[in-house]
């Protein structure tokens, strides 16, 4: 079967709160973006991954990432480029800010919505909120059949995409037909590495506000004759959202408060797996209110 | 999530130096290639960029999968399946990896699929995979075989093998056999033309092969019926996809375990003739192991980088007596030698690359278009240079790194003696540098002629020239040179050539001590933090020139006869 698909890859920068060090966290209990370092979320990478596989299947495919975020969140689009994405989509405005996954589904579903793809593919969750849901809720609103859990896409049969998925008690193997939502496990392959050529390539990709930004001459003879290093920004506008469903107003989140949690060091305890010894421990969480 | 070049700021601070902006555009000729490849860069800032963003990505792939790959790639190895070799699971992802990074083909031009970048640039990075894994640096190291391809065959060959290599074809060169090491002249294998099949065919053994059974292998064969000297040898391409020749057996070694070490057999091996008939060992091997040698350097350096650091976090760590163990004087000393050493090692392995870099893109150049008169001069003094530099270089390094692995077990003590800890198998992978590729002996044979000749003293004369902040140090450096320079007039008046051989390690390695201070001292007038390690390696330096000084004051042809009948005592 010869075919060039059209793939979208949702990706977030996230801090890397992988490595959080005592500056992690603010006095108020909220996150110090400042101190820890903005990162391609590992999910995303390796539903990049499974994105760049069906192009490698089906050469001509074209993968374009499509993040939300502030300006800097071009970073994740040359990112995705130096490792095989065609291009990307920063959808960036003000509106934005403070959308929780209901009004950043609709935001991002607005503009999958405008790029009309055959496949999305997301990763399971960000670590920065650990909630998987924007990419349900994405397909929820463009009213597509999803994949979560993916580990890996293994083709195609006839016209239906095959997914073996990574449940709690084995793999299972699906078929779903175009077009669809697919979230990517973390157990999924790593995804590969920058090319050195694509870095080459790509390093003067930007967006229009990042060439505003830039005194030097950002390249700008390179970019007239290069159309692939002119990321694609989009806003509210563009995407041709309504405000009320963005941002605060179109968030119904409420964080009721935030507790700062410091584990007291205890002495770890061994036990094995004796009656007795599994007796005592439940005991003991009942006892420490843990359980009960 | 280690980076190894992003943790090495003195490997970063070898991108600034000043001749930098003259390889760069020699190497892209003007930044001709920008309006043909979307990846060229368009001026000498673009390229500097480019090759940081490359590096990144080397240090990035190099600290996370290929470095924490070596301890299951040095205990499982590579196999021999069916003649031919399996590599071990940890070296094949790294060469997988390396592949889809578009890591292969670094310095080979672009239309090819090369990245056409400096040497300098490839010697970085060999240094980096060498620090994660010494052994598998051989491997991906190797593909500076392409580079006497690219030298010396013709378009058509170059067409065909230069192109794989950038997809990620591996090389080898088959210079040595069992009756043929550090005599190359010796060599056996035969290669006949054979006029039915129209094609060269190789048949016979070869030694000591490392990655033998690589993709593309450049073979060193008697060609020419009868003979038996160097005049007698051609060398060859051979390609792997033609199946004509066995592994039979994997050496069994003491380290760079990843790295097979064949022996192979040929058998009626249909392979290409490269260059000029005869030119063989006399021009293509000379230009293989130049190159071979400066690898090894780069080796040397990254063995010598990831001993240090291991040593001093281990030294951080462990406690005794109620303190870490660097609070002790005899460990810091140690530690303190160890780190002058090791980047008295890395300021040689740059200069010495700008030097080879250089002559070699005037080559390049000199096949295009004629030199003008001072580009020729240039290209004359450079090529010296390297000539001099790059047996210095690997002497230098490949002791140092030898000195470095033992000492980091020293560090370590006891416990570094077990499989436990990495410092063991540094150890052990160490101590091939200053074997292979010519050992130290043979290093200083291709030395002393440069001793004899004044080529370091010149070099020595131009440093010092230089204005250095640090003139005290300075003055130093211009009694050491005085001393060598008294040393090599003492040894050379007796016009006995057995004489001035057997003090040319002590006169090589004189030239190299004050070569490296002044190296480190240039680097501390620029940068802050390498005040401590010159004056460190002045010290060093002083020692052993002193130490090599009074033995050759106290030394008379006589002396030859004492190592002749020591023999003979009880």
Aim: hydrophobic content about 40%.
């Amino acid at each position: 079967m010869k075919k060039t698909l059209k793939i979208v890859v949702l990706a977030k920068q996230v801090p890397d709160t992988r490595n959080v060090g005592k500056d992690a966290m603010k006095a108020d209990g909220t996150v110090n973006r400042a101190a820890l370092p903005a990162i391609f979320n590992p999910e995303d990478l390796n539903a990049l991954e499974q994105a760049l596989v069906l192009k490698d299947m089906f050469p001509g495919s074209r993968i374009d990432l499509l993040t939300m975020g502030p300006g800097r969140a071009a970073e994740i689009i040359r990112e995705g480029m130096f490792r095989g994405a065609d291009g990307g989509v920063l959808l960036t405005d003000r509106k934005f800010a403070g959308s929780d996954t209901l009004a950043t589904s609709y935001a991002l579903s607005r503009a999958v919505a405008k790029l009309n793809p055959d496949i999305i593919i997301a990763g399971r969750q960000a670590i920065d909120g650990d909630t998987a849901q924007v990419g349900p809720q994405v397909a929820e609103k463009l009213n597509l059949p999803q994949v979560t859990y993916a580990e890996e896409i293994v083709g195609f049969e006839g016209e239906e995409l095959i997914i073996r998925r990574r449940l709690e008690h084995g793999v299972e193997t699906v078929a779903c037909s175009l077009p669809l939502v697919v979230t990517v496990n973390g157990s999924a392959p790593d995804c590969r590495p920058r090319n050195a050529k694509l870095v080459m390539k790509y390093k003067h990709a930007i967006t229009p506000s990042e060439c505003q930004q830039d005194e030097v001459s950002c390249y700008a003879d390179l970019r007239t004759n290069r159309p692939y290093l002119n990321i694609t920004e989009w806003n509210v506008s563009d995407v041709d959202a309504d405000d009320q469903q963005l941002g605060l107003s179109g968030s119904p989140t409420k964080v009721k408060k935030i507790e700062n949690v410091v584990f007291a060091a205890k002495e770890a305890k061994r036990l094995t797996g004796s009656d007795r010894d599994i007796e005592s421990l439940i005991q003991e969480l009942i006892a420490s209110h843990t359980l009960g | 999530m280690a980076n190894f070049f992003l943790d090495n700021k003195d490997l970063q601070y070898h991108m600034n130096h000043p001749l930098m902006k003259k390889i760069v555009e020699l190497k892209e000729k003007g930044f001709a290639d920008k309006d043909k490849y979307d990846y060229a860069p368009v001026d000498f800032e673009d390229a500097q960029d480019s090759y940081r963003r490359v590096m990144e990505i080397i240090g990035e792939i190099c600290g996370d999968i290929v470095a924490p790959n070596a301890e299951g790639v040095d205990h499982e190895g590579p196999k021999v399946v069916d003649n031919h070799v399996v590599y071990a699971p940890g070296t094949a992802q790294n060469i997988e990896v390396m592949a889809k990074a578009g890591l292969f083909g670094l310095t080979l031009p672009r239309k090819y699929g090369g990245l056409n970048f400096p040497l300098v640039y490839f010697v970085m990075a060999n240094e980096m995979v060498a620090r994660a894994d010494a052994g598998f640096e051989n491997i991906w190291g190797l593909q500076d075989c392409a580079e006497t391809l690219n030298e010396f065959a013709s378009e058509e060959q170059k067409e065909k093998y230069l192109t794989r290599v950038c997809q990620g074809e591996t090389c080898a060169m088959d210079l040595t056999e069992p009756d043929a090491g550090s005599d190359l002249q010796a060599v056996m294998l035969k290669a006949h033309w054979d006029e039915a099949r129209g094609t060269w065919l190789l048949n016979g053994v070869k030694r000591f092969i490392t990655n033998g059974d690589g993709h593309i292998s450049l073979v060193l064969a008697r060609s020419e019926e009868g003979t038996t000297d160097a005049r007698g040898l051609s060398m060859f391409v051979y390609d792997r996809n033609n199946m004509a020749v066995k592994v039979r057996r994997i050496e069994n070694k003491l380290g760079i375990k990843g790295s097979p070490t064949c022996e192979l057999v040929f058998t009626d091996a249909p392979a290409e003739l490269v260059g000029d008939r005869k030119m063989g060992l006399i021009k293509y091997v000379m230009s293989l192991m130049n190159a071979a040698r400066l690898g090894i350097g780069a080796q040397s350096t990254g063995l010598s980088e990831a001993a240090y650091r291991e040593a001093l976090k281990y030294a951080k760590e462990r406690q005794q007596f109620g303190k870490p163990i660097i609070e002790f004087p005899a460990i810091k000393e140690l530690l303190s030698n160890m780190k002058a050493k090791l980047l008295g090692s890395r300021a040689l392995l740059y200069e010495t690359t700008r030097f080879v870099e250089i002559y070699k893109d005037y080559t390049h150049l000199s096949h295009d278009r004629k030199l003008e008169p001072a580009e020729r001069a240039e290209m004359k003094a450079y090529t010296r240079l390297a000539d001099a530099f790059t047996p210095m270089l690997k002497l230098m390094a490949s002791e140092y790194c030898n000195d470095l692995a033992y000492d980091a077990i020293q560090v370590f003590g006891g416990s570094g003696y077990m499989k436990d800890y990495p410092v063991e198998r540094l150890y052990r992978d160490a101590r091939i540098t200053n074997i292979y590729e010519g050992t130290s002996q043979l290093q200083v044979v291709a030395a002393i002629r440069h001793v004899t000749t004044g080529t370091y003293l010149n070099q020595i004369k131009e440093y010092e020239a230089q204005e250095y902040e640090q003139s005290h140090l300075k003055d130093r450096l211009v009694v050491l040179r005085e001393t060598y320079e008294k040393c090599v007039a003492k040894v050379t008046a007796t016009e006995n050539n057995e004489f001035v051989d057997f003090h040319a390690r002590r006169m090589v390695e004189m030239a190299a001590h004050i070569v490296i201070s002044y190296l480190l001292m240039r680097q501390a007038g620029e940068v802050e933090d390498y005040r401590a390690s010159a004056e460190l390696y002045v010290k060093y330096a002083e020692m052993q020139v002193a130490a090599a000084a009074r033995y050759i004051e106290q030394s008379t042809p006589a002396d030859l006869e004492l190592i002749s009948d020591v023999e003979n005592e009880a």
